[in-house]
Antibody, heavy 115, light 107 residues
Framework: EVQLAESGGGLVQPGGSLRLSCTAS????????MSWVRQAPGKGLEWVSV???????HYADSVKGRFTIFRDNSKNTVYLQMDSLRVEDTAVYYC?????????WGQGALVTVSS | DIQMTQSPSTLSASVGDRVTITCRAS??????LAWYQQKPGKAPKLLIY???TLQNGVPSGFSGSGSGTDFTLTISSLQPDDFATYYC?????????FGPGTKLELK
């Protein structure tokens, strides 16, 4: 089974930027749809973004215009560039293979937006 | 956006009990529905997709049913490892949305 590993989380001030990475094992990455899903502390799950194998993208309204998803198939990696971060973006960010449903999932990366 | 609701929000049960969690969509989503299990500090785990298809490796005690707007997740006989939070998710239309979760706790 494909395994996913996120990196790049951390503490950032409001208005700042951060880039998350998610690297996948396996040879099918280039044909996979990949998504980011987040979970604020003590809250439920919120879909953030998806990128198709043909580079088409969709975003949640809450991040549209601030976050950018992109991929590098040569590195089996999908990225989430997060700009103009807000306190309410604080969450664990998971990457996941997306077939409509999500799975498998990475272990998550904590992003904390605070001054 | 398609809104997802779940009931109950918390369910107290004992090992060996049969439990059912309900998920409702604000509009018809056919069978474009998935169920996940999440334990504290862990990533969610896919249990069921397309409303009733069991993911590989998921115990057969889990089952899903429904179509349109009303769906159920049933655990036929609770095991100690099943106490967790369960989420439904629709993938009929963007933005994909999750239900608020049902916490299954030990009575």
């Amino acid at each position: 089974e494909v395994q996913l590993a996120e990196s790049g989380g951390g503490l950032v001030q409001p208005g700042g930027s951060l880039r998350l990475s998610c690297t996948a094992s396996g040879s099918t990455f280039s044909t996979s749809y990949m998504s980011w899903v987040r979970q604020a502390p003590g809250k439920g799950l919120e879909w953030v973004s998806v990128i198709y194998s043909d580079e088409r993208k969709h975003y949640a309204d809450s991040v549209k215009g601030r976050f950018t998803i992109f991929r590098d198939n040569s590195k089996n990696t999908v990225y989430l560039q997060m700009d103009s971060l807000r306190v309410e973006d604080t969450a664990v960010y998971y990457c996941a293979n997306c077939e409509g449903w999500f799975g498998p999932w990475g272990q998550g990366a904590l992003v904390t937006v605070s001054s | 956006d398609i809104q997802m609701t779940q009931s109950p929000s918390t369910l107290s049960a004992s090992v060996g009990d049969r439990v059912t969690i309900t998920c409702r969509a604000s509009q018809s989503i056919s069978t474009w529905l998935a169920w996940y299990q999440q334990k504290p500090g862990k990533a969610p785990k896919l249990l069921i997709y397309k409303a009733s298809t069991l993911q590989n490796g998921v115990p057969s005690g889990f089952s899903g049913s429904g179509s349109g707007t009303d769906f159920t997740l049933t655990i036929s006989s609770l095991q100690p490892d099943d106490f967790a939070t369960y989420y439904c998710q629709q993938y009929s239309a963007y933005p994909y949305t999750f239900g608020p979760g049902t916490k299954l706790e030990l009575k």
